[in-house]
Structure formats: C-alpha cells, structure tokens
C-alpha cells in the first residue's frame, strides 16, 4: 500500500520562501512521477508542479514559474516543493501525487485522474 506523507507548510508572510515536502513508503519510488496540486477554500484543485521520475523533466503552472521549484531524492523517496515569492494567492492545501510512470504521462502531468494516490495534504497559508 502506497501511502505519502506531507510535511511543511504553515503560516507564512508574503514574500516567504517556505519548502513543503512529501515522503513515499510502501512501493519504489523512482516508479513514479511525482506532482503537487493545490486546492484553495471552495475552489476546485488545480496542478502545481509535477516531476518525472528520473528528475529530468520538469513541468509548472504558469502561475508558479520562475517562483517554484520541485525535486526529489530517489535515494530518500521524498519530493520537495521550494516556495518563493509567495503571494497571498498562493494559500490553498497542498496535496501531494504519484503517478505511474508512462509515455501517456509526459501529455497530462497535469490531470489529476493521471495520479494514482495522493497525500492527505498540508495547509499554506500567506498572511499580506
């Protein structure tokens, strides 16, 4: 059983540079692409960033370019997600995602039907 385990997150001003991370047990981790969404209050849950799972691909909403930056330690089974810049748009729960690696997932990294499980997710929170 494949369970992710996110941790970080919090109160944080704007401007902040929190890292929130997520940690993979019970299958191989480097089977996996790995992605983080967001769900903001009575909002619907939209695609952060996502990674293959060699690391070598990359992907973000526009909204995060340039400000985010995901990675991940196959030897530790965690992927992280640097934060900078935050925005107070940037508040929402952060969740967590891993997908069986495929050639279909390079074209919809950014669907969560595409992600197999899924953290239980951690708040962020930017105060202006």
């Known amino acids: 059983q494949v369970q992710l385990v996110e941790s970080g997150g919090g109160l944080v001003q704007a401007g902040g540079s929190p890292r929130i991370s997520c940690a993979l047990s019970?299958?191989?981790?480097?089977?996996?692409?790995m992605g983080w969404f967001r769900q903001a209050l009575g909002e619907e849950r939209e695609f952060v960033a996502a990674?293959?799972?060699?690391?070598?691909?990359?992907y973000y909403t526009d909204s995060v370019k340039g400000r985010f930056t995901i990675s991940r330690d196959n030897a530790k089974n965690t992927v992280h997600l640097q934060m900078n810049s935050l925005k107070p748009e940037d508040t929402a729960v952060y969740y967590c995602?891993?997908?069986?690696?495929?050639?279909?997932?390079?074209?919809?990294?950014?669907?969560?039907?595409?992600?197999?499980?899924w953290g239980q997710g951690t708040q962020v929170t930017v105060s202006s």
């Open positions: 019970g299958r191989t981790f480097s089977s996996y692409a």
């Open positions: 995602a891993a997908a069986h690696m495929s050639p279909h997932y390079y074209s919809h990294y950014d669907v969560t039907n595409e992600y197999d499980y």
């Open positions: 990674i293959s799972w060699n690391g070598i691909k990359t």
